[in-house]
T-cell receptor
Framework: AQKVTQAQTEISVVEKEDVTLDCVYE???????LFWYKQPPSGELVFLIR??????QNEISGRYSWNFQKSTSSFNFTITASQVVDSAVYFC????????????FGGGTRVLVKP | DVKVTQSSRYLVKRTGEKVFLECVQD?????MFWYRQDPGLGLRLIYF???????EKGDIPEGYSVSREKKERFSLILESASTNQTSMYLC?????????????FGPGTRLTVT
């Protein structure tokens, strides 16, 4: 069975601070995909990134960056120079080939960015 | 842009009522999903469908059923609503095939069962 753990339930920062969200996953499959989604106060989840298990390159997109480390089964997400608009709940999710197109989500981390 | 719409943002029902939650997507996606979201538990998959008239159970199907008569529409049915089904319900869709495409989500329906 698959499992995703987001140990931080809530993080509060002041604007312009960096914030890192942890994600640890468990699976016995060798082919899998990892995702991050953002859920702003409006409620609709927004897709941020997808990585496959064979690509451990870190990725940067503007102020967002992701660190994928298979050795520690982690896929951490960093927001650099946070802004108030980054306030949201962030979910890490895992899909494995053997389970088809289903996603297993972590419990989510609420990020509050104060001005 | 992919658009996933859900019939209601807020719904209040009484215990024992039959409840229908509707979801429509406009991108001709093969896959559709129903999740419930509860604090601290993330999103949990209730049912999903890979094609019209096809359905498969997710992780928590008890107390729910689904219907997919048309490709763009996926309905979640609570046959006899109970208070423990008070939750946020999210619908999603994605392209089919063997690749793991991202899922697109609707705005959610917050259901309260009294």
């Amino acid at each position: 069975a698959q499992k995703v753990t987001q140990a931080q339930t809530e993080i509060s920062v002041v604007e312009k601070e960096d914030v890192t969200l942890d994600c640890v996953y468990e699976t016995r499959d060798t082919t899998y995909y990892l995702f991050w989604y953002k859920q702003p106060p409006s409620g609709e989840l927004v897709f941020l990134i997808r990585r496959n298990s064979f690509d451990e390159q870190n990725e940067i997109s503007g102020r967002y960056s992701w660190n994928f480390q298979k050795s520690t089964s982690s896929f951490n997400f960093t927001i650099t120079a946070s802004q108030v608009v980054d306030s949201a709940v962030y979910f890490c999710a895992l899909a494995v080939k053997a389970a088809g197109n289903k996603l297993t989500f972590g419990g989510g981390t609420r990020v509050l960015v104060k001005p | 842009d992919v658009k996933v719409t859900q019939s209601s943002r807020y719904l209040v029902k009484r215990t024992g009522e039959k409840v229908f939650l509707e979801c429509v997507q406009d991108m001709d996606h093969e896959n559709m999903f129903w999740y419930r979201q509860d604090p601290g538990l993330g999103l949990r998959l209730i049912y999903f469908s890979y094609d019209v008239k096809m359905k498969e159970k997710g992780d928590i199907p008890e107390g729910y059923s689904v219907s997919r008569e048309k490709k763009e529409r996926f309905s979640l049915i609570l046959e006899s609503a109970s208070t423990n089904q008070t939750s946020m319900y999210l619908c999603a869709s994605s392209s089919g095939g063997t690749a793991f495409y991202e899922q697109y989500f609707g705005p959610g329906t917050r259901l309260t069962v009294t």
